[in-house]
């Protein structure tokens, strides 16, 4: 054999190690042979870590009060997929991992406190009942959120009205009940 076809054996072997390494070995030699998920696939109830092919740590997320990014494998050699599930209880945290939540149940940080038996459930809290929320509901007396009251419609409590003033069994406006107030003073 020729010396430049020594060279280009010794050159394409050096480079079927390399590709093999790249491949198939990280940083510190150790073999990546699986993608593990701690929970065992798609299981919201059940909070979990996965480590891919890539190495990258993933775990189950809420995105927000009623969404669960689940992470899990595809077989042994991925790197994982997302699934988004909606949660209709709410998504909350336990553990550190994103779980959705079963009816009542409620979350504080990574603990669970109990059950909303007292009020209404929302994004993970249990409110009381009167509790007026920003996106227009309230936490009605059945323990159920509702929309509030418009005004000139019948009601039982202020904090069912968007005005909070239920006045005679009818929404008024902040406005008509004022001009009320000074009639009373004239």
Known sequence: MKKVDIFFIALLAFGFVAMFRIEFLDVSGNVVSACI???NGI???IGGNLVGYDEIAKKD?????TTLYEYYCVGDRSNGLVQEIYCENGCGTKNGKGVCL???EV????SKFGKCTDGCYFDGVCLPIGTRIKDGTYCETTKEL???LFDEDACFNNF???SNLCVAGNCVSEEIFNKFLESLNE
């Open 102 to 104: 079963e009816r009542g």
């Open 146 to 148: 509702e929309i509030q």
């Open 43 to 45: 299981d919201p109830l």
């Open 61 to 65: 997320t809420c995105v927000n009060g």
């Open 107 to 110: 979350v504080l940080g990574d």
């Open 37 to 39: 998920d701690s929970d």
């Open 160 to 162: 069912e009205c968007r």
